[in-house]
């Protein structure tokens, strides 16, 4: 597999990959990657994006293989402007361009929101006008650069540049390529020497063109133009005449003559394509695709008398063509990156099968198969209606194995069909060629090959040995009209035939109880490490004479030998247990991983003795495969898995671990000191014998510490939201970092802000519920919100009150005891007068109350002991309605009776005084009357609520008389 790039057009790549590839980078290699070949070995992660501006090439992965020759392949960045069927960003919506300049008119096709962005757009002469629709932006880009004289190419960090040839490329070659062995340096100009093929032809070659524009019948618009000198008579001594007809249906009048002239330019000259196979891989640095070069080969017929330089000391006068494809292979030396769709870059560099051979260079003009025909002349606008029929294929394949340039077994299949017909039965007079497709079985993602109209089979090659492939074909005519595609046919690639080749002889020490043979991957050609690259194991064949046959009596044991320890360049090293002591001869049989065998090596002889016990001042070994130590070893140095980058070294000071980047991880020391880090640096845990047990997340924020002096600190978080555990107690905190817990290791005080609660649900305590302002605890039933509350004094008071409300009972009523500074408060009932109430004051002040009913001991009396007094004091005692039992005495009287007493104003000469309650006896009251005036005074009607009375004299007056009384009630 290799690069090729092409001026103006897609490419391609591939790159293979070893068999050792991990599984997670071959995961991460995603359709629409993209890949950076960058010259010289750089640091991926440090340099991240910037790679797609410094790469040589940069592409689209759009294919791969994942059996076990792993490969990924793909096109240029050009892709994404559309592909070689025209798929892609395609213009639906038509885009309309009216006198627009060339950058502008560039602009106006490229659009927005795409993957291809705008770079650099230079000004071009004229202006341009056109109608572009089911167009992809590449073919319509292509378009108007054509017209204009202009070129364009898509840069590797996804930007179109676009302008005339002179300003993306150069025009003045600053490169000679010459025949191989006159090539060297020179001041000014970069030699590159390689084989060469010249082909010029004049089969093309046209006098005139008349171009066909848009249009239909009479009314099509047409342009002619022609050369201003012949140079060729034909056999009568007349210049030879030949018009070339050019239908572009799609170009509007006003671009019709340009076009014209733009298609006369491309064949009024001779055809010459130069082919060069260069050894100098990478002249990135010399020439690149749309570059113009100097060729010279007087031999060959390439000299140009019109034009002369100076090369190395001499005149010479090449010709000047402009390099428009190179080809060339991925070669050690490189960085391979991979960019996933994501953002994040991948370094390939270290799975890579390096690829070798020389660069080929296209000079002068594309291939044929390259270049578009065109639409096809004729009478319009009558299309092209009809479509070629379904292809048949003709069975069975033809399938054969052949080894590639890396020595890898490789397969090819055959196909063959059968021309069809259109699909309405007519025979199809515009062929043009067939489109095959094919891929891994079951195909997902399809590779695209091609075949010309009038043959009737193919070769596909690079195929696995022994994998299956479906295969798909459809025949396309001239009008771009494609038939359907064939039935899925399925064939498996021929099985690996080919046995490796004959491997060079061994060398072979041995003792009296073994042999150890060691083997250098070499040919028997000659060279070492060059096997096939399918390679699986050596077998170690051993035998009395020089000229024994190795077979399955020889067979003594095997030996790895694989494809990695080829490109490693590491011998395989094996030892076969022997019990003769004559001289024995060895052989070697390299075998591949099909089981392919290849003949048997030359035979070897020991060349020199294993010790099996001897006392060794100093000894030098290749490689120790088995064994045990049972002596004391001094090590003087290191013992070391690797000598850079990931590694476990064992030294005279302890044991080291390090990771990937060569950073030390892990260290136990002989001085008892020792380091264990899961990470150089964000989310990792540590260990040492100073600081003790640490965790850092992400971000290197620590998070968890344990000390050896008995100090830790958990935590869940750095900051924000977290739970902190460490020797002072337990805190928590809210996202926004305020403390909600607070539980002290040495006093025992506990702070909690929020709820707690003794269950979730059900009989629970819950204290400082949520939704409350006031600090309460509230006691829950088995069920139900039917809650007992305790709450503290209100936030707008700064009282010491204490509150208890009970929830509804069985009465349907709430009871309340409310303490206060200096009163005591009990009440039955909700709102602002409950149904009965009890209030003590710090003053001795005792209120009894109800809303309504009477105050009264249910089966018993309400009852003021003998040995105590009931007073009021102050105040006045008001009965309404009903009636008071008095037992005792009030004020001063005999037992079982009450002294009553009372004042009344009054006026006139007589009347009834009520005494404001009903009693139970009557009071026969002693009546005086306060007067001015002395007359008769009587008393009548003494009942227990009332009396009657009568004066005699003038009649009194209320504002100064009054009547007393007081009685005894028996």
């Not at 991948?346 to 890579?352: A, E, F």
């Not at 076969?576 to 002591?581: F, I, K, R, Y």
């Not at 003790?692 to 998070?703: E, K, M, P, V, W």
């Not at 519920?769 to 707008?796: L, V």
Request: hydrophobic share 40%; charged share 15%; aromatic share 6%.
């Amino acid at each position: 597999m290799a690069v090729t790039e092409v001026l103006m057009g897609l490419g391609s790549w591939g790159v293979q990959l070893s068999e050792e590839t991990p599984r997670e980078v071959l995961d991460r290699l995603q359709f629409f990657s993209h890949l950076a070949l960058v010259p010289g070995r750089v640091t991926v992660a440090e340099y991240q994006d910037e790679l797609l501006s410094m790469a040589r090439y940069v592409g689209v992965l759009t294919g791969r293989e994942s059996e076990r020759r792993k490969a990924i392949r793909g096109q240029g960045m050009a892709v994404w402007l559309g592909d070689s069927d025209d798929k892609g960003e395609v213009l639906e919506t038509a885009v309309q361009v009216n006198g627009a300049t060339f950058p502008n008119a560039i602009r106006a096709l490229l659009g927005s929101s795409t993957a291809v962005v705008e770079g650099v757009l230079h000004s071009a002469a004229g202006t341009y006008t056109g109608r572009h629709q089911w167009q992809s932006r590449r073919q319509a880009i292509d378009y108007v650069c054509s017209t204009m004289g202009c070129d364009w190419r898509v840069n590797g960090n996804g930007t179109l540049d676009a302008g005339p040839p002179a300003s993306l490329f150069k025009t003045t070659p600053t490169c000679v390529i010459v025949r191989e062995g006159a090539a060297g340096p020179d001041m000014a100009l970069t030699g590159l020497p390689g084989d060469m093929a010249l082909a010029r032809d004049v089969e093309d070659w046209t006098s005139r063109v008349v171009l066909l524009a848009e249009g239909e019948g009479a009314s099509v618009a047409t342009a002619a133009v022609s050369i201003l000198s012949n140079p060729y008579l034909d056999l009568r001594g007349q210049p030879v005449r030949r018009t070339r007809l050019v239908s572009e249906s799609g170009t509007a009048t006003g671009n019709a003559q340009a076009r014209a002239q733009l298609q006369l330019n491309r064949f009024s000259g001779t055809r010459d394509a130069m082919r060069l196979s260069a050894a100098d891989y990478d002249i990135r640095g010399a020439f690149v695709p749309g570059d113009w070069v100097w060729v010279y080969d007087p031999d060959s017929g390439l000299y140009d008398t019109d034009n002369e330089i100076i090369y190395r000391g001499q005149r010479i006068n090449p010709i000047r063509l402009r390099a428009v494809e190179s080809s060339w292979p991925v070669a050690q030396g490189m960085t391979v990156a991979c960019r996933h769709q994501d953002g994040t870059w991948m370094d390939l560099t270290p799975h890579v099968l390096w690829e070798s051979g020389a660069t080929s260079v296209v000079v002068g003009e594309l291939h044929r198969a390259l270049t578009s025909g065109g639409e096809p002349v004729g009478p319009r606008p009558i299309p092209d209606a009809t479509v070629p029929g379904t292809v048949s294929w003709l069975l069975p394949f033809q399938t054969g194995v052949y080894l590639d340039a890396l020595g890898g077994t490789r397969a090819t299949i055959q196909l063959s069909w059968d021309e069809p017909l259109n699909a309405d039965g007519s025979t199809v007079l515009d062929g043009d060629h067939y489109e095959i497709r094919y891929d891994v079985s079951p195909a997902t993602g399809w590779r695209t090959a091609y075949a010309a109209w009038g043959d009737t089979q193919t070769v596909i090659g690079d195929l696995s040995p022994g994998v299956a492939y479906d295969f798909q074909i459809r025949a396309i005519d001239m009008s771009g009209n494609a038939g359907e595609w064939s039935v899925t046919e399925t064939a498996t690639a021929h099985p690996d035939t080919i046995p490796p080749s004959t491997p060079a002889a061994p060398v072979v020490a041995g003792s009296s109880l073994a042999l150890q043979v060691r083997h250098e991957l070499g040919k028997a050609t000659g060279g070492t490490h060059n096997l096939e690259l399918d390679l699986s194991h050596l077998e170690i064949h051993v035998g009395d004479t020089a000229g024994f046959s190795a077979d399955e009596t020889t067979l003594k044991g095997q030996m790895a030998a694989t494809a990695g320890m080829m490109q490693a360049e590491i011998a395989a090293v094996g030892t076969v247990e022997v019990a003769e002591t004559t001289t024995r001869w060895v052989r070697v049989i390299a075998v591949d991983m099909a089981g392919n065998r290849s003949a048997a090596s030359a035979a070897a002889s020991a060349t020199a003795l294993l010790v099996d016990s001897a006392h060794i001042s100093d000894l030098t070994v290749s490689k120790v495969t088995a064994g045990t130590i049972s002596s004391n070893w001094l090590i003087g140095a290191s013992i070391r898995t690797a000598s850079s980058g990931q590694r476990v070294e064992l030294n005279a000071t302890g044991l080291h671990g390090y990771n990937g980047g060569g950073i030390e991880l892990v260290s136990l020391l002989n001085d008892g000191s020792f380091t264990l880090r899961t990470a150089a640096s964000g989310a990792r845990i540590e260990l040492d014998a100073t600081t003790g047990f640490r965790a850092f997340n992400s971000s290197s924020a620590q998070t968890v510490s344990i000390t050896p002096n008995g100090t830790f600190t958990l935590q869940t978080a750095a900051s924000g939201s977290r739970v902190v555990l460490d020797a002072a107690g337990i805190r928590a905190y809210s996202s926004g970092t305020t403390e909600t817990v607070n539980i002290e290791a040495a006093s025992g005080t506990a702070t909690l802000t929020g709820e707690v609660r003794s269950a979730a649900a059900g009989r629970r305590i819950v204290v400082n519920p949520h939704g409350s302002t006031d600090p309460q605890i509230k006691f829950y039933p088995s069920s139900g919100t039917n809650e007992t509350t305790i709450s503290a004094p209100p936030s707008f008071s700064n009282e010491a009150e204490l509150r208890i409300r009970t929830g509804v009972g069985l009465n349907s009523r709430r009871g309340e005891l409310f303490l206060g500074s200096g009163f005591c408060y009990l009440r039955n009932g909700d709102g602002p007068i409950p149904e009965a109430r009890l209030m003590l004051s710090e003053l001795g002040h005792f209120d009894l109350g109800a809303k309504t009913g009477t105050v009264n001991a249910s089966g018993g009396d309400v009852t003021v002991s003998s040995s105590h007094n009931a007073f009021v004091t102050g105040q006045n005692v008001h009965l309404v309605g009903g009636g008071v039992h008095l037992r005792g005495r009030l004020g001063v009287g005999n037992s079982d009776s009450a002294v009553v007493a009372g004042k009344v104003a009054t006026s006139g000469t007589g009347g009834t005084v009520f005494y404001g309650v009903t009693y139970s006896g009557t009071p026969y009251p002693a009546v005086a009357v306060r007067s001015g005036n002395n007359a008769a005074f009587n008393l009548g009607g003494v009942g227990p609520s009332s009396f009657s009375w009568s004066w005699g004299g003038p009649g009194l007056s209320a504002g100064a008389d009054h009547i007393n009384w007081f009685g005894k009630v028996e």
